[in-house]
């Protein structure tokens, strides 16, 4: 299985005020140039605003996240008026996620925008009846009820992706998300090719990813690798479930020059056989120097790349590792 890059945008849901629009409780906006300007050319959004779309207008009264002590469980919330507690919104904002897991079944990801009630994904304030704000402990309703529906999905919020790393991550993880509904659910084959039983496509995929998901948690990989190797213990549907949640489980993991380097040397021990004593010193000098922080990762895939024809071995070429990541498609440079 080669996966290669999808050929159209990859349609992502986004808070709709992080485009620009004047949705805001004050009527404005949160603009975010990183998602219009440079993920927009990657990413198909689909803009929503669910206390607009609950008939809450614009402007409107602030509201916020209420608990009823500091411990309570993350979905024991109510989503009340700051004003007036009496006005509860949390039912509408549950149900308008809800209606709308249809229009986002072909999401492959979702960017949040923070510190809201309604749309925040980690840390929002929450706040007692008497108005003491209590912890930040708080996800927005909407959110976690999109995050109940989409397990897996990956979501991120919009201030973080202004950080080049974890931009990459959100991007890595759209990626492979989007890569495995293309390549194990189908949605990539034509009529005319014959498609591979359901738990070889999840194999293969695993196979294809091996070499990026041990740049991000070797445990995890091997341990994935232990569930694969006894694929048939388990319900097709549940084996898929749980082989999906774990690549993005691991995916999420940041990926540390260490275990970068780990991969770049299986991805050499594939090619050493077809290098001569000059090319293996310059690899190996090159991994080095990526290892002590000297040379990017561009440089060492760019000569791994240049080898890789000399292989006739499928596995090798199959890795998602050696093809373009989200830097080297200028995906996080943002001036
Ligand atoms: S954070 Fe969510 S609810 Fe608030 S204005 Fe933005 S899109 Fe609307």
């Known amino acids: 299985m080669k996966i290669q890059q999808r050929q159209s945008k990859i349609p992502v849901g986004i808070s ?18 990183v998602c219009t300007d440079l993920l927009s050319r990657v990413f198909e959004y689909i803009p929503l605003c ?20 500091g411990d309570a469980p993350v979905d024991a919330i109510r ?29 492959r990801g979702y960017i949040f925008m923070q510190n809201s009630p309604s749309c ?16 930040s402990k708080g996800v927005g309703a909407f959110a976690r009820r999109i995050q109940q529906h989409f397990p897996h999905l ?26 495995w509904f293309r390549y194990v659910e189908g949605e990539e084959w034509t009529e005319s090719e014959k498609l591979p039983s359901r738990i070889a496509r999840i194999i293969e995929f695993y196979t294809a990813y091996k070499y990026l998901l041990l740049a991000h948690n070797q445990d995890a990989t091997r341990a994935l690798g232990h569930v694969l190797a006894d694929a048939r213990a388990m319900p097709e549907d549940e084996l898929a479930f749980v082989v999906r949640g774990r690549i993005m489980e691991i995916l999420s993991h940041p990926a540390s020059r260490k275990d970068r380097t780990n991969a770049l040397m299986h991805s050499q021990g594939h090619l050493k056989a077809f290098l001569n004593k000059e090319e293996k010193a310059e690899l190996q000098q ?14 060492v895939l760019t000569l791994l790349r240049h080898y890789l024809p000399r292989s006739p071995h499928g596995f090798i070429h199959s890795q ?9 498609l200028g995906l ?4």
């Open 286 to 299: 090159l991994i080095d120097e990526y290892r002590r922080g000297h040379k990017p990762l561009s440089a």
């Open 50 to 69: 669910p206390e607009v779309a609950i008939g809450m207008g614009v402007p409107r009264k602030p509201i916020h996240l209420l608990v009823d002590k």
């Open 120 to 135: 925040g994904l980690h840390g929002v304030r929450r706040y007692l009846d008497n108005g003491h704000s209590i912890d």
């Open 16 to 33: 709709q005020c992080a485009m620009g629009d004047p949705v805001r409780f004050n009527g404005g906006h949160k603009h975010s140039r």
């Open 79 to 107: 989503v009340v008026g700051v004003e007036d507690p009496s006005v509860d919104v949390t039912e509408p904002l549950r149900a308008y996620a809800d209606s709308v897991v249809p229009e986002l079944a072909g999401i």
């Open 320 to 328: 998602v590792l050696l093809s373009a990541e989200p830097a080297e």
């Open 154 to 179: 990956p979501l991120e919020e919009v201030g973080r992706l202004n950080n080049s790393e974890l931009r990459e991550n959100f991007l890595v993880r759209v990626f492979a998300y989007d890569a």
């Open 332 to 335: 996080c440079d943002f001036q």
